[in-house]
């Protein structure tokens, strides 16, 4: 299988699942969409090291695992190993600064890598390709400065994100151009704001998020979802918040309505014997949620598992965004979609909250469910012409 991490694995399946892949199948009416597609790779990054591309994920019209080439040739991963062997090397030398090139997009499930200065070290165990998991402190990659977007191409169109669900590191915009010549760019920071989302996470007391290279300056922030294992926040940094969450709903009613296009879909949760009970309008309980722990919330997952349902998991889904956006307590119609309210309460997610702050569109894929309401950072168009990734400024 192609492994990802935890939190990573839900910003795929989202888009898998906005994408039309899996139980809905492609839609129909876009087969028009080529079997490749141009990406555009610009190197603004102001960095004089070499950079290295690579284009890992799922063959959609075969279901096998692998990478493509410069063209967009499929190459399928050979067998793995016990312990792990090293993988094929499946890198694409990238631009050097101020440069650009093109490379093709194939109908894949999957995420562009990038690395500076250094190739990625990837390895392939019996069950598939093992990725870099830099809250590993004895990953080979971990003083590596990298960073990935993930896609997914089919006949209903292309869907290309920013993501920071794991990390934030060398940043990089995406962009998506349609038929009639027209791009529309997302992950795009703010001037300095590179810089601005550590020095924020430090304001914040969150330091601890910020992994150093050998030469002390900042190679990433891991997000929370991986700083509580690692020791980067405390265990319990939204725990007085979660009680107060949970004290509130004892006596007050919560209503979600999780599909935008269904607003006559209505749950109302209540907690009661410490357990929040969620019901349908002919009053049944459709699915009930123990207390979420801190880890819960910022990974959205155990106590907020989302299975790909229709019930649980757009209400999960929901009750993940709220709780890391603090809106619980100012809202109890959810989803909020007024992001001016979001990351208010003095207990928070201030990963969320800085990374958020420094886009210049306001948009971020910050946890796995940032996009509930569409506040994250992904671009779509149903008949691509192409596509693009821009290394922005990052010292």
Same mark, same amino acid.
Not at 123 to 136: D, F, I, K, R, T
Not at 176 to 185: F, K, L, Y
Not at 203 to 232: F, K, Y
Not at 255 to 265: D, I, M, Q, Y
């Given at each position: 299988?192609?492994?990802?991490?935890?939190?990573?694995?839900?910003?795929?399946? #989202?888009?898998?699942?906005?994408?039309?892949? %899996?139980?809905?199948?492609?839609?129909?009416?876009?087969? #028009?969409?080529?079997?490749?597609?141009?990406?555009?790779?610009?190197?603004? !990054?102001?960095?004089?090291?070499?950079?290295?591309?690579?284009?890992?994920?799922?063959?959609?019209?075969? =279901?096998?695992?692998?990478?493509?080439?410069?063209?967009?040739?499929?190459?399928?991963?050979?067998?793995?190993?016990?312990?792990?062997?090293?993988?094929?090397?499946?890198?694409?030398?990238?631009?050097?600064? &101020?440069?650009?090139?093109?490379?093709?997009?194939?109908?894949? !499930?999957?995420?562009?890598?990038?690395?500076?200065?250094?190739?990625?070290?990837?390895?392939?165990?019996?069950? %598939?390709?093992?990725?870099?998991?830099?809250?590993?402190?004895?990953?080979?990659?971990?003083?590596?400065?990298?960073?990935?977007?993930?896609? @997914?191409?089919?006949?209903? =169109?292309?869907?290309?994100?920013?993501?920071?669900?794991?990390?934030?590191?060398?940043?990089?915009?995406?962009?998506?151009?349609?038929?009639?010549?027209?791009?529309?760019?997302? =992950?795009?920071?703010?001037?300095?704001?590179?810089?601005?989302?550590?020095?924020?996470?430090? #304001?914040? =007391?969150?330091?601890?998020?910020?992994?150093?290279?050998?030469? &002390?300056?900042?190679?990433?922030?891991?997000?929370?979802?991986?700083?509580?294992?690692?020791? %980067?926040?405390?265990?319990?940094?939204?725990?007085?918040?979660?009680?107060?969450?949970?004290?509130?709903?004892?006596?007050?009613?919560?209503?979600?309505?999780?599909?935008?296009?269904?607003?006559?879909?209505?749950?109302?949760?209540?907690?009661? %014997?410490?357990?929040?009970?969620?019901?349908?309008?002919? &009053?049944?309980?459709?699915?009930?949620?123990?207390?979420?722990?801190?880890?819960?919330?910022?990974? *959205?997952?155990?106590?907020?598992?989302?299975?790909?349902?229709?019930?649980?998991?757009?209400?999960?889904?929901?009750? *993940?965004?709220?709780?890391?956006?603090?809106?619980?307590?100012?809202?109890?119609?959810?989803?909020?979609?007024?992001?001016?309210?979001?990351?208010?309460?003095?207990? @928070?997610?201030?990963?969320?909250?800085?990374?958020?702050?420094?886009?210049?569109?306001?948009?971020?894929?910050?946890?796995?469910?940032?996009?509930?309401?569409?506040?994250?950072?992904?671009?779509?168009? &149903?008949?691509?012409?192409?596509?693009?990734?821009?290394?922005?400024?990052?010292?």
């Amino acid at each position: 299988m192609f492994r990802l991490p935890r939190v990573l694995a839900s910003v795929a399946a #989202a888009l898998a699942v906005a994408a039309g892949v %899996g139980v809905w199948g492609p839609a129909p009416e876009a087969q #028009a969409v080529p079997d490749t597609i141009p990406l555009t790779i610009t190197n603004n !990054s102001g960095r004089a090291e070499p950079v290295y591309i690579y284009n890992l994920g799922t063959q959609l019209s075969s =279901g096998r695992q692998g990478w493509a080439d410069a063209a967009g040739t499929f190459h399928a991963w050979p067998a793995g190993g016990s312990p792990p062997v090293p993988a094929p090397d499946a890198s694409i030398a990238g631009p050097a600064d &101020g440069q650009t090139m093109t490379i093709r997009l194939p109908k894949f !499930s999957g995420r562009v890598y990038f690395s500076v200065g250094e190739k990625l070290v990837f390895s392939l165990a019996e069950g %598939g390709l093992v990725q870099p998991a830099v809250q590993n402190p004895t990953d080979p990659n971990r003083d590596i400065r990298f960073n990935w977007s993930e896609y @997914t191409l089919n006949d209903a =169109g292309l869907w290309i994100n920013s993501t920071q669900v794991d990390m934030f590191s060398a940043p990089y915009s995406v962009g998506v151009r349609d038929a009639a010549g027209q791009t529309r760019t997302t =992950g795009t920071l703010k001037p300095g704001g590179y810089h601005a989302v550590f020095e924020g996470l430090r #304001a914040s =007391g969150w330091g601890g998020l910020i992994h150093e290279g050998p030469d &002390g300056r900042p190679v990433r922030a891991l997000s929370p979802g991986h700083g509580v294992s690692t020791g %980067g926040v405390p265990a319990d940094a939204m725990g007085d918040y979660i009680d107060r969450v949970w004290r509130h709903y004892a006596s007050a009613t919560l209503t979600v309505t999780p599909f935008a296009h269904e607003p006559g879909t209505r749950y109302t949760g209540r907690v009661s %014997g410490g357990v929040m009970h969620f019901t349908d309008a002919a &009053g049944n309980v459709v699915t009930s949620f123990q207390k979420p722990d801190s880890d819960s919330v910022f990974g *959205c997952h155990k106590h907020l598992d989302a299975p790909n349902d229709q019930v649980r998991g757009p209400i999960s889904r929901t009750l *993940c965004a709220a709780f890391n956006r603090t809106t619980l307590l100012t809202n109890s119609e959810q989803p909020d979609q007024d992001g001016s309210g979001f990351y208010r309460d003095a207990v @928070t997610n201030h990963y969320a909250r800085v990374v958020h702050e420094q886009m210049a569109d306001g948009k971020a894929y910050a946890f796995a469910f940032d996009d509930v309401g569409a506040h994250e950072s992904l671009v779509h168009d &149903g008949n691509p012409a192409g596509a693009s990734m821009t290394f922005e400024p990052y010292d």
